[in-house]
């Protein structure tokens, strides 16, 4: 019995890591396609104000907001990849080996369902 608790408890504990990464991924790329899309909009509803010029430059509110959204991009790529080498890859290592050593790795590669 104390073998078939160890299964479950490390078949859900991975499946609770996965929905955690799965989160924090889709959390990230919602902020950046939300920006993306605010800045879409913006461009065919505000276009003046977009195109709205900074001092005697012809550096405009657009660009400023488009190289923010690339910034953007860059950063919650960079805090992807760091939580990832950080917390995740560790993390996923520990479980795999949970599973592996009480032997539902297997009967997991063999297709059996829990």
């Known amino acids: 019995m104390r073998e078939h608790l160890d299964y479950q408890q490390s078949i859900q504990e991975f499946k609770g890591f996965v929905s955690f990464r799965s989160k924090v991924a889709l959390w990230l790329s919602a902020v950046v396609l939300l920006c993306y899309y605010v800045f879409v909009l913006s461009i065919g509803l505000f276009p003046d104000i977009l195109g709205y010029r900074l001092g005697p430059s012809s550096i405009t509110l657009g660009i400023m907001f488009g190289i923010f959204l ?10 992807y990849t760091f939580f990832a080498n950080q917390y995740f890859d560790k993390r996923q290592d520990e479980i795999l080996q949970d599973l592996e050593q009480s032997g539902a790795l297997e009967d997991l590669k063999n297709g059996k369902k829990y």
């Open 70 to 79: 690339i910034v953007l991009c860059i950063t919650v790529t960079g805090l």
